[in-house]
DNA sequence: TTCCAGGTATGCA
DNA sequence: TGCATACCTGGA
């Protein structure tokens, strides 16, 4: 993959497999929506246009610093996701069947703290709720920001929503996860190093010490750890997923984790993408 | 009007 | 330890 600056952004040649239509539509991020023919959003305090052209992706705006000290983490350009995708189709004939819709889908390596509270909100919530809530949780507390398409807004910090009332958080439509919300952000900026710490952990004790904040359970604990902590094994059992393991594989969830190992997650992923869009 | 949505916390046996 | 139940809210 060739990378060059071109126009103020930044240009992908050749990155035949990402596609932003899948990245942003496969349930691990909340804040890339479609607008025109890219989709346009918020990551580390930056505003970013994404946009597929041909085998081409344009990164907008974008220089190659910012190239290569957030987006190339972010979108995790250093992983072979081709091998990866025919590694976990190798003796699965239905996830084989369902690997060409899924062609383009990449894990992102997200800020662990705008994971964390934004899966607590997801918890029996529909994912257009997630999306509004989160958008206007940035708004009400997050900086501002000068996007091409005009103001957006970072995900806030853990002062900032620790700071807020449980009532403030109410009246944005968080509903019961209102004290989730607060007492997490409050527990986060009483100590800046805790979320830091977690990825050094194995798997199990990642796991445990993040269903130590309030609102987090293992299906949220598992999808911080995969979209923000480099955690490739781990596999949020949604009920999206119980359906797949059940109806296609006739196992638990926790058999079907087994058979990929290391690429559980992205295995997950490619069966919640499938799943959702009835290609399953 | 009722049900459902990428679950979690709580109480009880 | 395992199970049942309540919980905000908006769209279908």
Not at 148 to 175: H, I, K, M, N, Q
Request: proline share 4%; with cysteine; glycine share 6%.
């Amino acid at each position: 993959m060739r990378v060059y600056e071109k126009s103020g952004g930044v240009v992908l040649e050749d990155a035949a497999w990402f596609d932003p239509a899948i990245i942003f539509d496969c349930g691990q991020c909340f804040r890339f929506v479609p607008k025109g023919d890219a989709f346009c959003g918020v990551a580390f305090g930056r505003a970013l246009s994404v946009k597929k052209d041909g085998e081409d992706v344009h990164l907008f705006p974008c220089t190659m610093g910012e190239f290569e000290s957030i987006w190339r983490r972010y979108f995790d350009f250093d992983r072979d996701y081709e091998a990866l995708c025919a590694s976990v189709c190798e003796n699965d004939a239905r996830l084989k069947e369902a690997a060409p819709c899924c062609k383009g889908l990449r894990i992102l390596r997200q800020e662990p703290f705008e994971t964390l509270i934004s899966f607590i909100i997801s918890a029996n919530n529909n994912i257009a709720r997630i999306r509004s809530v989160i958008e206007k949780l940035c708004a009400a507390y997050g900086e501002k920001i000068e996007a091409p398409w005009g103001d957006a807004y970072a995900f806030p910090t853990a002062e900032a929503l620790a700071s807020a009332s449980v009532e403030e958080l109410r009246a944005l439509g968080l509903g019961y996860r209102d004290q989730y919300v607060k007492k997490t952000a409050m527990a986060v900026a009483s100590d800046p190093q805790i979320l830091s710490q977690i990825p050094t952990m194995d798997l199990d004790a990642a796991r445990k010490a993040l269903c130590q904040f309030h609102g987090v359970g293992n299906k949220v604990a598992d999808c911080i750890l995969l979209f923000s902590m480099d955690k490739t094994a781990a596999f949020p059992k949604d009920v999206w997923i119980r359906r797949v393991a059940q109806e296609v594989y006739g196992c638990d969830c926790d058999t079907l984790a087994a058979r990929y190992g290391d690429a559980a997650g992205f295995a997950q992923q490619m069966m919640f993408y499938s799943a959702r869009w009835k290609k399953f």
